[in-house]
């Protein structure tokens, strides 16, 4: 999984899957979904990001750490 902010157009895309989107589908004012061509989610765009979510931290847990949390 990759996390890839864009502060020019204030974007972030969490690329799920190294697969190509072959749809894609919005399901919230400014949210899209990303899908391959089985319909298994690649991705997802979040527009207008910083008013959406806290992007000043991350906070991984239970996957390969055990809890970790970045701060911007």
């Known amino acids: 999984m990759k996390l890839n902010y864009y502060p020019d157009t204030d974007s972030l895309y969490i690329d799920l899957s190294e697969k190509t989107s072959a749809d894609s589908v919005e399901i919230s004012e400014g949210v ?16 207008n990001a910083s008013r959406k979510i806290a992007l000043d931290q991350l906070l991984i847990s239970k996957l390969p750490f055990e809890q970790e949390l970045l701060n911007a």
């Open 32 to 47: 899209v979904v990303d899908y391959d061509l089985e319909g298994n989610i690649v991705g997802i765009d979040i527009d």
